[in-house]
């Protein structure tokens, strides 16, 4: 099976093309860059240069008039650069050519998604897959998602096994299938069509056809009926819902403009959508309410012929008009010489082009069955991971259902109600998420020492200090930063193994106060999935970098769960002093306990630490975690 936007075939398919035109000389050269352009424009949209698309379909539309697949084309491009109702126009005067042509429909139901009308969406899918010969099981997933919007749950199911069966890794055919086994109460099952690891393949960029959940998004049945709107799910912790955010809505495209023409002036003859050749008579209708003096045909703007003689009937030569979808307009004058009237319809002009060569035959089927799948609408790595979070949270599995839901919110926390997902799902799991702020400033344990060593782990300083911990069976707090642990996660797993604390320094180890809140809180669930990754452990500890802390970062942390822990003596207050000098001069402000902020780095900490602790153990002072001195 031909993958979704391959583009290595499709450079392959132009170059036999070319290579096609010079062996078989011109009858073969004079349509070769239309397939060329086809196959180069269905390239362009894979690698999503929508501008570039649109250019090579309208070569490919120069070149032959009378090519379907050109129209869908150009109409894929305007759809992506946000002109759907030029879109939709051309998507319909393709099939007007080709009534046959699935991509023509595919692109149209892609016009009904991008508007809103899963119902319309789903039916032009399904009519797409009906006249499809290739590239199913996209269609036929399309059809599905669009059901499971709409509650079909049973129908949708049915349309993503067979696209399964087609394409057993086709992410929305799997996401198809998983939402509507939530959607049905069969958690297990979801979690079996969802949690299936992914194979590698190219995909096609989706730019306006990558589709929210078919669940867990605003719009879709199963969200209404489960009051899943975020304030609704939080409004028992009102001061941790976030402000809305500014929604972009594109500016619809404003409707046309009613016609000034009665109705009483119509073209009577040909039809609308006829196929015509050679000299064809054009009718004109008109009840006499109009003084109308004269009329003038025109083809594609072209002045082809007039009338003064009622009935208005006036004969055109249609060889003169390149083949393919034309507008006949004609318009009526009155005597003074003003429009008064004027009608317009899309008719075919076929007056017999030159028959194909194989190549481009094969480059124009290549050109339709891309086109189909472009058209079709594709999930996201994302949308697949919170509703396997959802089915893992409704299977009973709550610690897995949070590390899918800490991926997506830590790529994405804007998309719909990932948050309250996450949060909720803290909760469930009993971290103190969403209750009031939580600090500690000082010890409960009276004369306790809790030395707490940040920025870690370093490859260097980390092993050091563990080892110098060991030698006075010390029990110290770290406090990692997310991408450190990603880095070196085998000295996280022995920090925690030697009976140490954890908790985290954030992600990237940035000042929390010149982000956004979501922003703050996205480093948080970041930082705290890094470190269960690396050695298992959910932590529920947290220092601000550089204690920056505000309002913002504060409720940031207490919606997660976590509390805040400060320091009462910092080894940066002594910058440029020598080690022993230090030691001696912490000991003393230590002499009734406290926190002691210490570094995992080429700080003062490394010349002081030894000192430090022979001190400590001298004056015979209790060594622990934070928890163990907190009261947990």
């Not at 809103?116 to 599905?144: K, P, T």
């Not at 719909?416 to 939580?438: K, T």
């Not at 890094?530 to 940031?556: E, K, W």
Request: charged letters at 20%; one cysteine or more.
């Amino acid at each position: 099976m031909t993958t979704i936007g391959n583009a290595s075939a499709l450079r392959a398919a132009v170059r036999a093309v070319l290579l096609a035109a010079v062996v078989t000389g011109a009858a073969a050269a004079a349509y070769c860059s239309t397939g060329e352009d086809l196959l180069a424009g269905c390239e362009a949209l894979y690698r999503g240069e929508w501008a570039a698309a649109e250019a090579a379909f309208t070569r490919a539309a120069a070149g032959d008039g009378d090519c379907a697949e050109a129209l869908v084309g150009q109409g894929a491009a305007a759809l992506q650069l946000g002109r759907t109702a030029e879109a939709a126009r051309l998507f319909e005067q393709a099939a007007v050519i080709a009534p046959e042509l699935a991509a023509a429909h595919a692109g149209l139901a892609a016009c009904r998604h991008v508007g809103g009308d899963d119902y319309a969406a789903m039916i032009a899918y399904r009519r797409a897959l009906g006249l499809a010969q290739a590239r199913r099981a996209e269609l036929r997933a399309s059809a599905g998602w669009a059901a499971c919007r709409l509650g079909l749950y049973e129908s949708a199911l049915a349309e993503a096994r067979s696209a399964m069966a087609e394409s057993p890794d086709d992410p929305l055919a799997r996401h198809v299938a998983g939402a509507a086994l939530i959607g049905l109460n069969r958690a297990e099952e979801a979690v079996a069509a969802l949690g299936r690891p992914a194979a590698f393949s190219h995909g096609a960029t989706p730019g306006v056809l990558a589709v929210p959940s078919a669940l867990l998004s605003p719009g879709a049945k199963y969200w209404a009926d489960n009051g899943l709107d975020e304030r609704v799910r939080l409004a028992e912790a009102p001061h941790h819902v976030l402000e809305q955010p500014a929604v972009y809505e594109p500016t619809p495209e404003p409707a046309p403009t009613p016609s000034d023409q009665p109705e009483e002036f119509a073209i009577i003859r040909p039809k609308p959508g006829e196929i015509v050749s050679g000299m064809i008579e054009v009718a004109v209708e008109t009840d006499g309410t109009i003084s109308i003096d004269h009329i003038a045909v025109l083809l594609d703007d072209r002045f082809m012929a007039i009338s003064n003689v009622r009935p208005f009937r006036a004969r055109v030569e249609t060889r003169q008009i390149a083949d393919g979808a034309r507008e006949l307009r004609v318009e009526g004058y009155a005597e003074s010489g003003a429009v008064v009237a004027s009608t317009a319809i899309t008719i075919r002009v076929a007056n017999g082009s030159m028959t194909l060569a194989p190549s481009e035959r094969d480059a124009r089927r290549r050109a339709r069955e891309e086109l189909a799948a472009l058209l079709s609408l594709r999930a996201t790595p994302l949308t697949n991971a919170q509703l396997l979070g959802r089915a893992l949270q409704l299977a009973g599995r709550p610690a897995e259902a949070i590390a899918s839901l800490e991926y997506v919110f830590g790529h994405d926390p804007m998309l719909p109600g990932v948050r309250a997902d996450l949060l909720l799902a803290y909760r469930d799991f009993g971290l103190p998420a969403l209750d009031g702020s939580r600090e500690v400033f000082i010890l409960d344990t009276p004369g306790a020492v809790a030395l707490t060593f940040d920025d870690g782990p370093h490859p260097v300083m980390t092993p050091r200090i563990l080892d110098l911990l060991d030698r006075y069976d010390y029990r110290a707090t770290f406090f990692l930063v997310g991408k450190q642990a990603t880095m070196y996660p085998g000295l996280v797993r022995e920090i925690v193994e030697r009976g140490h604390e954890i908790g985290s320094h954030s992600q990237t180890h940035c000042n929390l106060c010149t982000l956004s809140r979501l922003g703050v809180e996205q480093e948080l669930v970041r930082s705290r999935a890094a470190i269960r990754q690396a050695c298992g452990r959910m932590v529920t500890l947290f220092r601000p970098p550089g204690g920056n802390y505000d309002a913002r970062v504060r409720s940031a942390a207490a919606a997660t769960g976590f509390t805040t822990v400060f320091w009462n003596e910092n080894i940066g207050n002594y910058p440029g002093r020598e080690g022993p000098e230090i030691a001696d001069s912490m000991a003393e402000k230590l002499s009734n306990g406290g926190i002691v902020l210490l570094h995992n780095g080429y700080d003062e900490t490394q010349y002081a630490l030894p000192h430090l602790l022979d001190r400590l153990d001298a004056m015979g002072v209790r060594c622990d975690t934070i928890s163990a001195l907190t009261n947990g």
